[in-house]
């Protein structure tokens, strides 16, 4: 469930861990391409890191923990480009709303740089919202993979995905792609099974329910 408006943002991130940090800055009358949603995003990219500090690389390139950090400004002050919330990592009040409320204050003061990054907000939302109180919670996939079942993970995967976007979030680190062949293995239940096969046909359809343009067609079980 992946937002094509920061896709460009996303590219920016894969972009800065090859790219050489330059200290010429060009000024602020130069034409802002990056700005312009009409053209190409390898453009709009590249324009943007030609702007770049290498202290906003710096904090571009950061994924930090939720309870990690100290002041809300620091998201401002570092640059930092990415937040998740792991397991376990909530607002103080654990609602949908306070989390939409939470993830809005650290959307604006990514936007408030000079240059008007925005966040990429990511949560382990693995077999349903599970970090959050009162989500659907699913079976693991060692659970959904017993079915054969790859309808029933797909509208798994939508379900989740609706009440991920209703907190205000847009990336999930799921599914798990692990092909598991000894129990032994201390996350055997993330994975949906034994065989490459099943794995492969279980993913497709969880990436199939997690991402979409818009939440319109709404899940029926």
């Known amino acids: 469930?992946?937002?094509?408006?920061?896709?460009?943002?996303?590219?920016?991130?894969?972009?800065?861990?090859?790219?050489?940090?330059?200290?010429?800055?060009?000024?602020?009358?130069?034409?802002?391409?990056?700005?312009?949603?009409?053209?190409?995003i390898e453009k709009r990219v590249s324009d943007l890191l030609s702007r770049m500090t290498l202290e906003e690389k710096?904090?571009?390139?950061m994924q930090v923990d939720r309870g990690f950090i100290e002041k809300v400004s620091d998201i401002k002050d570092y640059f930092?480009?990415?937040?998740?919330?792991?397991?376990g990592s909530t607002p103080t009040v654990n609602e949908p709303e306070a989390w939409a409320e939470m993830v809005d204050n650290f959307q604006w003061q990514a936007v408030s740089t000079r240059l008007g990054i925005p966040l990429i907000y990511g949560i382990d939302a693995v077999h349903g919202h599970n970090n959050v109180y009162s989500a659907v919670i699913f079976p693991h996939n060692i659970g959904l993979g017993c079915t054969r079942d790859p309808d029933l993970v797909r509208s798994a995967a939508r379900a989740t995905a609706e009440e991920v976007a209703g907190t205000g979030i847009r990336w999930t680190f799921a599914p798990c792609l692990a092909v598991v062949r000894d129990e032994r293995w201390g996350r055997t239940y993330e994975s949906f099974g034994e065989t490459p096969e099943l794995v492969a046909m279980m993913a497709a359809a969880a990436v199939s329910g997690y991402q979409s343009n818009d939440l319109k067609n709404r899940v029926r079980f």
């Open 80 to 87: 930092i480009g990415s937040i998740l919330s792991g397991g």
């Open 1 to 40: 469930m992946f937002n094509r408006r920061i896709l460009p943002y996303f590219l920016l991130l894969v972009a800065l861990s090859i790219q050489n940090c330059e200290e010429d800055i060009p000024t602020e009358s130069d034409l802002v391409i990056y700005q312009n949603p009409n053209m190409p």
């Open 58 to 61: 710096i904090g571009q390139m």
